[in-house]
């Protein structure tokens, strides 16, 4: 079993900054994505940011600028820098993970793991 667990989320003023953190932990073989996502209350969760192992980001146009997403493959955790924040940016933060789990290769298995979620609001 994969967790992730997020962390960082809190009270912002508008034009601010925060940084979240994800890490995942367990019995991980690898880790091929890692993503933020976000969901406000009435709302279908959203993509903000997701790269690749190989570091390839992407990002939804209202963050573009603003947010970056990073990695340490080592570790297994990923981190979204934000700036520049707005009060339409307040929601619950995920994060989620995507690889496969697995100490021997007849045990491996794919997976895709969510986080608790982290709030973050941004007044204006």
């Known amino acids: 079993q994969v967790q992730v667990v997020e962390s960082g989320g809190g009270l912002v003023q508008s034009g601010g900054s925060l940084r979240l953190s994800c890490a995942a932990t367990?019995?991980?073989?690898?880790?091929?994505?890692l993503g933020w996502y976000r969901q406000t209350p009435g709302k279908q969760r959203e993509l903000v940011a997701t790269i690749t192992s190989g570091g390839i980001t992407n990002y939804a146009d209202s963050v573009k600028g603003r947010f970056t997403i990073s990695r340490d493959n080592a570790k297994n955790t990923a981190f979204l820098q934000m700036n520049s924040l707005k009060p339409e940016d307040t929601a619950v933060y995920y994060c989620?993970?995507?690889?496969?789990?697995?100490?021997?290769?007849?045990?491996?298995?794919?997976?895709?793991?969510w986080g608790q979620g982290t709030q973050v609001m941004v007044s204006s």
């Open positions: 367990g019995n991980i073989f690898s880790i091929d994505s």
């Open positions: 989620n993970a995507e690889g496969r789990s697995g100490s021997s290769p007849w045990s491996r298995r794919s997976f895709s793991s």
